[in-house]
C-alpha cells in the first residue's frame, strides 16, 4: 500500500503541501474544520463590505477534486501519538499515518486580557469578518438614530487596535466607507464625521517596513481622515469606551466599535505537540522545527505556516505570512519525495518576494526586491499580486469586477447587516421579530 500523508489544515500551507505531492506515490488525507479554503489577505475587505465571503472562500473538495490521491476530511484533529504514528478525530476515529504535516495556523492574541475578545473582535476567519462588518453598519444605524450629541459621536467612533498590515488595510477602509461609499445614505448623520483611530505601541505603523514607507502608509491613513497614535498602549476595552496610555499620560476615548489586529497567538495544536514530543515553543506557541521543517526526534512529522517557528541561518524567526506558508507547502512536497527516494532532503529556504499593504483607494506601499514603492503603482502591483495568488479562476473574475466596480463608483455593494446580535447591536431593527445569528453568509 502507498505511504500516507495526513496533512491536518487547508490554509496557504496545507493546500500547498496537498499539490506539492500530487505526483508522489502517495494517499494524501486533508483535514479541516471547515470545508473551504479561505485567501486571508482579502478579509479585511469581506468586513468592510467591499468582498462577499464568497469571492475569498472555495471549497477545498472543489479545488482538489482532479487530484484523486487526496481525501478531504470535514473534521478536527483532537491528538496526535507520533510514537504510534496516529491522529484522533473529534468524532473519535483514528487514523495511522506515515508523514504528518501540521498547518492549523495561528489566530488573535490579547496579551492575557483575553475579556476584551467580545468587545473586540480580531480578524482571522470569515465569521470574523461578516462579524466586523455587522458591528461597524449597525454603529452608524445607531448614530443615526441617537439624540444625544455624546452619545452619537460614540457610536461614531472606530478604534483599530495594531499598526501592522491588518490594521492598517482596516482603517484605510473604514476611512473609505465613512467618507465615499455611505455619504448621502443617511439623513441626521453624515458618515464622514466618524472618527477613526488606529493605535500602534511602536513609534511607527507597519514596523517591517521601511521607514520611508511607514511614513508613506501614516500620510495615506491621514488624508483618509484616520488619527494614528503611535507609542500607545491600550490598557482597557469595555463596550462603551477604551483607555488609552502614551507615557505616563492616560486617556479615556469614548466609543461603541473596537476592532482588534494588534497580536498573533499559534493555534492550540503547538501545545498539544509540545506535549506528545517534548519539542520547544516560542512565546507565541510557535513550534520550534529543524531546517527542513520536522519536529526534532520525529522526522515524519513536520509543522509549517504559521505554526512553526523557523529561524535556522536568519537574524529573526520568518513572519507568518502566505508567502512563507506556501513556500513551505511546497518544501514538504521535496522532502517526502527524497524520502520516498531514500535521499537525503534539502533545508528549506525562503525566498523572499517581498511585503505589501494597501491603505484605501489607489495607496498602497510595497517592498519587492529591493524596490520600494508606494502610491499608486504600489497599489497596482498589490492588486495585481493578490488576484494572481487567489484560488480559483472564477474569484479572480468576480474580485476583479468587484474591484473595478468600487473603484469607479466609490460604492461597496456588500453592505448587509445578517445578524442581529453583538457588542451594542439592537435587539430588532424596524419591527418583527429578531432574527437569529447567521453563520456564514
Known sequence: MQPHVI???????GLHAAKALAKQPVRITLIDRRNYHLFQPLLYQVAMAGLSPGNIAAPLRGILRNQKSVRVLLGEVRDIDPDNRTVTLDDGSNLSYDYLVVATGSSHSYFGHDEWEPV???LKSLADALEIRQRVLLAFEKAEREQDPAARQAWLTFVVVGG???????????????????????????????????????????PPFDPSLS???EASLRRLGVTVRTKTLVTNVTPDYVVLKRGDQEEVLPCKTVLWAAGVQASPMGKLIQERTGVQLDRVGRVMVEPDLSVQGYPSLFVIGDLAHFAHGLERPLPGLAPVAMQQGDHIGRVIASRLANRPAAPFRYRDKGTMATIGRAAAVAEIVGLKLSGFIA???WLFVHLMYLVGFENRILVFLQWAWNYF???RGVRLIVGRFGAGAPESIGSGAPAQRQGGA
Open 7 to 13: 496533512i491536518v489544515g487547508g490554509g496557504f500551507a
Open 120 to 122: 473586540a473582535p480580531g
Open 164 to 206: 501592522g498590515p491588518t490594521g492598517v488595510e482596516l482603517a484605510g477602509a473604514l476611512g473609505e466607507l465613512a467618507n465615499y461609499t455611505l455619504r448621502g445614505n443617511f439623513r441626521s448623520i453624515d458618515p464622514s464625521s466618524a472618527r477613526i483611530y488606529l493605535i500602534e505601541g511602536l513609534e511607527r505603523v507597519l
Open 215 to 217: 511614513a508613506k502608509a
Open 379 to 381: 497599489w497596482l502591483t
Open 409 to 411: 463608483t466609490y460604492k
